[in-house]
């Protein structure tokens, strides 16, 4: 695809408008200026820029065979895809094209792309008169167009590779600035009128979303996009402007992907982010994070700025929401915290609505407005008005599209209607005729396919079939509902209306296929289930059967009428072809399954021929080259056979071998071309070629090992990467219209009645959908073949029409779309049942589920029969016994006569034994469950009891609280699980080994030994004075630290490098964490979990105690404050019986009718006071023992039985009770009897007559009374409420407190059984424990002494490098010694040096006479005696005798070094044997070491196991929660399910806690993600530093190098330089120095006066020149005094003659002062050259000579002769430039002006002071 619009473009752009260019070209040879200026008024011509489509070369396609008619769709997901243009058009990409809609018409104008790629972006000019379009493609182009006549402008050129992701003019419109895509993300500046770059550079190595001028400061840009903002400027640097960025430091924020941004006045830029804040950055930092009040976010989702009016800042998010915020907070916003955020309130808010994602915003183009336009992503264009008044406008959806990959299209078969869905949960229905929308239908899931009913299904056209997400098929019917109001007064508005007519669900996951037979009467739908179900087609769709496929189901095609038979082919996703016969639609409903098993079927498996293709063509290609090149050859040269044999080969070799991918490809869609054969479309490595298949004869029992190979082939031009999605064909199948992956359409003219697309060769294409992501689909062609309809992944939706405008037109004045009528009665219809319900069981779910219930009831059903037969047999029974029991005694049967047959009953009894047996035996296990349960209670309630259980009543309630029994605290069971020892014995096991190195015992002759190799010297040292003696120990001192502190230096880069940590080392913190998480999650069982495993018994153990503990005691304090409230009750009861007798006694002294009725006065119950149950009185017990003697009488059994007892207890307590009853009335009846006395004086006295007085105290009194009745009765009634309210408070406590025993209990069970899980192993683990020790103490053993003999071999190679070190000592004291001495007997001592010998050791006090071996020496020499020969031939000399003419202490000293030679050769062997020794034990250890640690990883690894099983034990153990039905929210209607195994039991406080652990782990997981990007950053930064250094090192290094060889004159090691000790024999020869310079300089001083004396004779020769000198001057002055005269003279005689003399004599004056001025400048300038150049050298100026001086002086004096009044002789000497103060041995020219001031000069040069006059 990219060829052909490479093609396109290089055939449409070769035919460019060039008019203007070629002005400008002349403009610039005009002017002569280099840069080229482009004339205002040229454009380019539309007509030769814009792609055009591709046709194949000499095929007679018509170039125009489609044209483009309308877009359907809005690419909402595009970023930035929505400009204003002017006050009613909008501009959007749609695919290829650009669409500027009208807002109020909605007429749409297209302009489609230059390039054929597609479109990148779209940025309009400030000044609305421009816009821009940024392609895509090879090398893409930028548009510019001219606004409303849509010419194009300008093209820019040149700025990327693949694509432009964004672009945007300057606020001014000078400038446009563009990014592009990958590979090279490049940032361009255009000077867009001119066509030319200004400045490009690469942005970032991630996609860019936008780029963006500064309004406040034109020379900044910033750019943001993946995970990054950058910061730019124009900087001018020596070679031009350049482009300078800075990429923004996240620092402790999180990374995020920044859509957009705005910059704000002051300079700071505002960001939004992905999880809704927004980011203040001051340069490159972010200053403050800003969101709302309590941290919340300013936005739920993505946030992003886009505008600043009015002080605000407006921002819009994700969530539909746009927000504006005070300007000024933003700006100066600062945080102090550590947080890092800055917390505020939007001043305004505008929500949109509901599922709204706001991605850009637009400004209107009128000024002053407040109207926005939105792009939603969700597919909808809005109109906002953010003034935010009372007055706003509330939001305008001005258009709805889908949004989306577009996921079904289909169109009507009647009439000119389209179908669409997406993934958007709509239906869409179009008029494509007349360009508009009818009506869009939403649903609660994502339609996946569609399907227009055939005619024949439906001859008006109305049905469309939707497949759905979750496995559901609806059939719709679709209507015109104005035709059903025609005849009321009301008509709708909507042009279409959806009904849903029939709903079923054939399959468990989303629907991907359906298709109608070629007859209409079955229906088949494919699913993702790899299933595919048939249905027959009537009035309603009836399942037939199902069958399974290979795969997900990618498309179905049903066999063509041309077919014999009607098969339907299934495609499968993964290259899988199934063809199954159609089946039976008589066939229905199968009594158990749906399941078509027997069905016929034949399957296909694509296998890869696409590099047996490729290879095929390379062998043609090959073969072609190779025949040309034989001609070539006959032609010019005839090679050999055999070169041609070679070359053979080698072109077979080159062949590519064959490759066949290891996943299959993917198959996108397929097509019948014959009977048993069909035609395939692959993608992935095989898209290229259409694939001829056919079925095999011999069809594999498993389809997924069967390999099929297609038997053919045809190849699609240009689609190695652009495959074939899907093809559709014209209704007379002469078009075959084909979808591609890149977005293109292709149209391939076929023949007539070629069936098998064998003419398919030529072919015309036109780009559509987006070329990256536009992937093509869904083809349609209309009804009558006048349209083609296109719907892509990119969610557009277009429609092209076969006929030119004009034809369109006619053909289709009249015709018009018609949405189908209603069928009559069609609004009495009831409304068909919809599945809701995304869990409902589909058609063979539903139809297995029936048949198991009526499998149950059937066998329900025979049970009840059986019950009943069985029932009735065992009544007639009964009634059987019933007559032969009322039989006389003699007739009736006994039961063995009732029998049938005895053995039977045996048999019976026998069987009933065995079962018995066999329940026991299951039953043993609860049965001694039971009676440990009882024993448990026993002890709990009898055994032990520790207190009486107190119950406590409510006085008015039935309220009651009761105390806990306690029984007696028993200790812990005693057999406790032994925690292992392992860690302690581990430590233990280790010895310890001490790691001091054993250090080599110094000898003290050592020293000795050294000091005899130094031979000394005959002739006597130089004494060294005090001070040279402290300079030396100075020295030795100041080594002697150098030395130390080399070694602490040393040490300390050995134990850095020691810490220094390796490449795979962790952090201990890190992990004990994740050892600590392992253990806590249980995650895995390590060692160390092993141990925590056994402490964990010892703990479970604790927490057992200290729970029962715990929980006891509080069931002492409830006990507690339950007895002390039955204490309160019962003091509470006496008082009130005092307070009754009170009231009774006021009562006494009242009249009836003033009498209130007493409260009830409650007792203290029995079960109050358990105490006194066992006390009793001697009354009670008296009546006992009669009531039981009694008794006793009227039985003859003595025992008596436990109910009896008590029955006889309570006898006794009711006697007890009616005593107490009739006591109390004893007790009230004086009060009765007082009570009526009183009443009777009472009517007495009212009888007689009362004075007043008495009347008025009788009221006083009764006052009274009522006073103190009301107030006892108070006391009374609020001590009872007050008791009543604490018993009720307490009862709650208590209540709550039994929960919190109950699962204590509970969970003390739990413990109980993880102490047994530990019990059950603790057999098992504990032989391992000590196993592994003492395969660690072995180990720790074997390590100790691997250790040990590594240091004695370190020691042994230290002695043997010692004693290497003394051998070459030895042989250069040798050699020092006859170098020094220069010995004529240096052969003699050489031999003798190096002669083994034996040192006699009784002998060796006597003398040096040694007893040599007989042994040869191992050296070149050749020694066969004991004698050698001298070096004149004389006779031969003995070399145990010290030969004439050699010192005698020099060949003893020869004799010492060649014994001391031999031992230390000795020493050294056996040294190295014992090395060799050492290594071999080291090896032997080593060996040892590894089996220890393989026997100690397997005892660990089986420790490692038994933990695991314990781990896996304890997680089996099952926990206990109690929960309300109001906790379960597991539920189904509202419905508790009845299997709650799949629920999950939370705490709702833990479920919280789990939520905020959530939240922190997140906020855990953003800081650790700093910390790691951090941690990164700082790596990096890091490594950096350590390159650098390295790099630094490396340099200082060289220049250390460079220092040495410049210093020292070659590379010397400094340490040895500090540690260098003073040189005695440099300290001598400075000694010996200082005493040759002291005679040196007495012998100066000796010639010092020498020189004086002749000083002083120059002088008397200089005073007498001097003299000589005056004499001199006198006479000069007399001549000039003369020749003054004579001048006058002659100036008198000729005055004339004397201007001009004076005249000619001034201008030769200046002229020669002239030439003694540069001559002076030159010469100083060759001094300041030769005085730089020797002050560079460090030399010194050497005096001029006396010859010099003295001819300059001359010559200065004869220049000044002619003129004496201007300079005399003297001043001219003076004067010499460079050399004052020097003189000549010729006295110069003296003049008495001067002479007091002229020195005294000598003949060596020096000056003296000046002479008088």
């Known amino acids: 695809m990219a060829e052909e619009n490479a093609a396109v473009n290089e055939e449409t752009t070769s035919h460019v408008n060039t008019e203007g260019c070629e002005e400008a070209v002349l403009k610039e040879d005009d002017d002569g200026n280099s840069k080229k200026q482009l004339p205002a008024d040229m454009y380019y011509e539309y007509e030769e820029l814009y792609s055009r489509p591709f046709v194949t070369r000499d095929s007679q396609i018509p170039e125009n065979l489609l044209h483009f008619f309308q877009s359907f769709c809005y690419d909402s997901g595009r970023r930035s895809n929505l400009q204003v243009l002017d006050d009613k058009t909008l501009i959007f990409v749609a695919g290829n094209l650009l669409v500027l809609l009208d807002i109020s018409t909605k007429e749409q104008r297209y302009l489609r792309s230059c390039s054929g790629g597609g479109i990148g972006s779209i940025a309009v000019h400030p000044s609305k008169e421009y816009f821009a379009a940024a392609e895509k493609g090879n090398q893409p182009n930028i548009i510019v167009y001219e606004y409303p006549s849509l010419r194009p402008y300008r093209v820019l050129r040149g700025g990327t590779e693949r694509a432009y992701s964004f672009a945007e003019f300057k606020q001014d419109g000078s400038l446009l600035a563009s990014v592009g895509n990958a590979p090279d993300y490049m940032l361009t500046l255009w000077d867009w009128r001119q066509e030319s770059v200004m400045l490009s550079c690469k942005a970032v190595s991630q996609e860019v979303y936008r780029v963006c001028f500064s309004s406040y400061n034109p020379g900044l840009l910033t750019s943001s996009g993946s995970g990054h903002i950058k910061f730019w400027t124009t900087d001018s640097t020596f070679t031009g402007v350049k482009l300078q960025g800075c990429m923004g430091n996240f620092g402790l924020t999180a990374v995020t992907n920044i859509e957009g941004f705005m910059e704000l006045p002051t300079g700071k830029v505002v960001s939004g982010t992905d999880w809704g804040n927004l980011l203040l950055w001051d340069r490159s930092d972010i200053k403050v994070e800003i969101c709302k009040k309590n941290g919340q976010t300013c936005h739920a989702g993505t946030v992003q700025p886009f505008a600043l009016e009015d002080g605000q800042l407006l921002t819009f998010g994700s969530d539909g929401v746009i927000r504006g915020w005070d300007y000024e907070l933003i700006s100066g916003a600062d945080c102090d915290t550590d947080s890092g955020r800055f917390e505020m309130e939007p001043l305004n808010e505008m929500v949109i609505g509901h599922n709204i994602c706001i991605s850009s915003m637009v400004k209107s183009s009128l000024s002053d407005s407040f109207v926005w336009f939105a792009q939603d992503s969700n597919g909808k264009i809005w109109k906002l008005d953010l003034s935010f008044s009372n007055k706003a406008l509330d939001p305008v959806c001005l258009f709805s599209f889908h949004h989306g990959p577009i996921q079904g299209l289909d169109v009507s078969k009647t009439s000119y209607l389209m179908a669409t869905i997406a993934l958007d949960y709509s239906v869409k229905v179009f008029d494509f005729l007349e360009k508009r929308e009818l009506k869009t239908f939403s649903f609660k899931k994502n339609a996946t396919t569609l399907s227009w009913a055939p005619l024949s299904v439906s001859q008006s056209g109305c049905l469309l079939l939707i497949g759905f997400e979750d496995g559901v098929v609806r059939v719709f019917e679709l209507y015109n509902p104005q035709r059903l109001h025609v005849l009321s007064e009301h008509s709708p508005k909507d042009d279409a209306g959806l009904r849903l007519k029939q709903a079923f669900k054939p399959h ?46 990618q498309a179905l095609e049903w066999s063509p009428q041309s077919h014999p038979n009607n098969r339907l082919l299934i495609l499968c996703q993964n290259g ?73 080969e080698e072109e077979e070799e080159e062949l590519s071998p064959l490759y066949i991918p290891d996943s299959p490809s993917p198959l996108y869609c397929g097509l019948y071309s014959r009977p048993g054969q069909f035609w395939l479309s692959m993608g992935g490595f095989d898209s290229g070629y259409l694939y001829h298949c056919k079925f095999s004869a011999e069809q594999d029992e498993n389809p997924e090992k069967s390999q099929d190979v297609p038997f053919d082939f045809l190849p699609v031009h240009n689609a190695d990467d652009d495959p074939i999605h899907t093809i559709t064909f014209s209704s007379d199948r002469q078009l075959m219209l084909c979808g591609m992956h890149s977005g293109s359409i292709r149209v391939y003219p076929l023949q007539p009645g070629d069936h098998n697309i064998t003419s398919m060769q030529a072919y015309w294409t036109l780009s559509v959908h987006d070329n990256e992501y536009g992937h093509l689909r869904h083809i349609r062609c209309s009804h009558d073949d006048h349209f083609v309809l296109t719907a892509g992944d990119d969610g557009n939706i277009f429609s092209f029409s076969l006929l030119p405008p004009e034809e369109l037109q006619k053909s289709l004045s009249r015709k018009k779309a018609k949405v189908p009528s209603p069928r009559e009665g069609f609004e009495n219809e009831p409304l068909p049942l919809d599945i809701e319900n995304p869990t409902a069981d589909s058609i063979e779910s539903a139809k297995q589920n029936l048949q198991k219930d009526r499998l149950r009831r059937e066998a329900e059903r025979k049970l009840q029969e059986k019950q009943k037969k069985l029932a009735g047999l065992q009544k007639k029974y009964e009634q059987v016994l019933k007559v032969n029991q009322s039989l006389p005694e003699h007739v009736h049967l006994i039961p063995e006569e009732l029998q049938l047959d005895s053995h039977f009953y045996e048999h019976v009894e026998r069987m009933k034994a065995e079962r018995v047996m066999e329940v026991r035996k299951q039953l043993a296990w609860e049965q001694e469950r039971y009676s440990i349960a009882f024993n448990k209670l026993q002890d709990w309630f009898k055994a032990s009891p520790e207190a009486n259980m107190v119950t406590v009543v409510a006085i008015r309630t039935d309220h009651r609280v009761s105390t806990y029994h306690l029984p007696v605290l028993t200790n812990p069971s005693a057999q406790q699980i032994t925690p292992s020892s392992s860690d302690g014995d581990r430590e233990d096991a280790a010895p310890e080994h001490s790691k001091h190195k054993t250090k080599p015992a110094t000898d003290s002759s050592e020293v000795e030994e050294e000091k005899k190799l130094q031979l000394r010297d005959d002739c006597k040292r130089v004494k060294l004075g005090d001070r040279q003696e402290e300079r030396l120990q100075r020295a030795a001192k100041k080594a002697e630290q150098a030395r130390a502190k080399i070694e602490k230096r040393k040490q300390e880069w050995a134990q850095l490098y020691a810490e220094k940590p390796d490449k795979n080392y962790e952090d201990p913190r890190d992990v004990q964490a994740i050892r600590e998480a392992e253990e806590n999650l249980k995650l895995k069982s390590d060692v160390t979990v092993v141990i925590s495993l056994k402490v964990m018994a010892k703990r479970k153990r604790e927490e057992l105690a200290a729970l029962q503990e715990n929980f006891r005691e509080k069931q002492i304090e409830m006990n507690k404050r339950i007895v002390a409230l039955r204490d309160s009750k019962v003091r509470l009861v006496s008082w009130l019986h005092t307070q009754a007798w009170q009231l009774q006694k006021v009562q006494l002294r009242l009249a009836n009718h003033l009498h209130h009725s007493p409260p009830f006065l409650p007792s203290v119950l029995p079960e109050e006071t358990p105490e006194k149950w066992l006390q009793y009185k001697l009354a009670a017990l008296e009546r006992y023992r009669v009531l039981r003697e009694q008794r006793c009488k009227d039985r003859e059994n003595v025992c008596w039985s436990r109910s009896e007892v008590s029955s006889l207890l309570e006898q006794v307590k009711k006697m007890e009770r009616e005593e107490e009853k009739d006591e109390k009335e004893r007790a009230s009846s004086p009060s009765t009897s007082s009570v009526t006395t009183e009443e009777e004086e009472t009517a007495v006295g009212e009888v007689a007559e009362q004075s007043e007085l008495e009347v008025e105290l009788q009221r006083e009194e009764e006052i009274r009374l009522l006073y103190e009745q009301e107030s006892l009765l108070k006391k009374m009634e609020s001590s009872v409420s007050q008791f009543d309210t604490e018993l009720l408070l307490l009862r709650q406590q208590k209540v709550r407190l039994d929960f919190q025993l109950k699962r204590a209990d509970l969970h003390q069970l739990m413990l109980f059984q993880e102490m047994l899980i530990l019990k059950q192993f603790e057999k098992r683990e504990g032989i391992l424990p000590e196993k ?24 042994k190679q230290s002695q043997i490098v010692k004693l290497q070190a003394k051998e070459k000592t030895l042989h250069a004291a040798f050699q020092d010694l006859l170098i020094k001495k220069n010995y004529q007997h240096q052969e003699f001592l050489t031999g003798d040096f190096k002669r083994n010998i034996k040192p006699v050791k009784e002998e060796k006090k006597k003398g040096p006479t040694c007893v040599f071996d007989e042994e040869d020496s191992n050296e070149d020499d050749d020694w066969d005696n004991d004698s050698i020969s001298t070096e004149d031939g004389g006779a031969a000399m003995d070399i145990s005798v010290c030969p004439p003419g050699c010192n005698p202490e020099v060949f003893d000293y020869t004799m010492n070094l060649c014994e001391r030679r031999q031992n230390l050769e000795e020493s050294l062997a056996e040294e190295r044997e014992n090395v060799q020794t050492l290594r071999i034990q080291c090896d032997t250890l080593v060996k040892k070491e590894t089996s220890a640690k393989s026997s100690r990883k397997a005892v660990e690894k089986e420790l490692e196991q038994i933990s695991r099983e314990i781990q896996e034990e304890m997680n089996t153990l099952d926990v206990v929660v109690p929960l309300r039905l109001t906790q379960i929210q597991f539920t189904t209607h509202d419905l508790v399910q009845s299997d709650l195994s799949e629920a999950l039991v939370l705490d709702s406080m833990q479920m919280n806690k789990l939520q905020e652990h959530i939240k922190q782990l997140e906020v855990d997981k953003k800081q650790q993600n700093d910390l790691c990007r951090q941690a990164k950053q700082q790596c990096a930064r890091l490594n950096c530093s350590l390159k650098n250094m390295a790099v630094e090192i490396t ?43 002291l005679e040196y300089d007495k012998e100066l001083s000796e010639w010092d006066a020498k020189v004086d004396k002749a000083h002083d004779g120059l002088s008397e020769v200089t005073k007498r020149n001097t003299e000589l000198l005056h004499s001199i001057t006198s006479l000069n002055e007399e001549k000039i005094r003369l020749e003054h005269k004579l001048a006058t003279r002659q100036a008198e005689l000729c005055r004339p003659q004397h201007y001009n003399h004076s005249r000619r004599e001034t201008q030769e004056d200046i002229q020669r002062l002239e030439e003694t001025v540069k001559r002076q400048s030159q010469q100083q300038r060759a001094l300041r050259r030769e005085i730089d150049l020797l002050s560079r050298k460090g030399g010194h100026i050497s005096p001029p000579t006396r010859a010099q001086l003295l001819c300059h002086t001359v010559k200065q004096a004869e220049e000044h002769s002619s003129n004496p009044p ?48």
């Open 1766 to 1813: 201007k300079m005399c002789a003297l001043e001219a000497s003076l004067q010499v430039p460079g050399v004052p103060g020097w003189s000549c041995a010729c006295p110069p020219p003296v003049c008495h002006q001067h002479a007091s001031h002229i020195p005294a000069w000598t003949e060596c040069g020096k000056r003296k002071e000046p002479l008088p006059r």
């Open 1332 to 1355: 592994l020790n003492r395969c660690i103490k072995e180990e720790n053993s074997i390590t100790s002494a691997l250790e040990e003999c590594k240091e004695q071999l370190e020691l």
């Open 1595 to 1637: 340099e200082l290094e060289e220049k250390c190098k460079e220092l040495m060889m410049t210093k020292f004159g070659r590379l010397i090691d400094l340490d040895a330089l500090q540690m260098q000790t003073g040189n005695r024999q440099l300290e001598e020869l400075k000694q010996e120095k200082l005493l040759q310079e």
């Open 508 to 553: 468990n996951a989303a629907v991907t296929a359906v298709a109608y037979e070629r007859n209409g009467e079955i229906l088949a739908t494919g699913s993702v289930d790899c299933t595919v179900f048939f249905f027959t087609v009537e009035e309603k769709f009836n399942p037939i059967g199902f069958v399974h496929v290979p795969g997900a189901v």
């Open 576 to 648: 899988h072809v199934v063809e199954v016969q159609r089946p039976d639609p008589k066939a229905r409903d199968p009594p158990i399954t749906f399941h078509l098993s027997e069905l016929p079927r034949r399957s296909f498996r694509f296998t890869s021929i696409k590099s047996r293709i490729k290879r095929e063509e390379e062998i043609i290609k090959h073969r072609v080259l190779k025949e040309e090149k034989k001609k070539e050859k006959e032609e010019r040269l005839k090679e050999s056979q055999q070169t041609d044999a070679e070359q053979e």
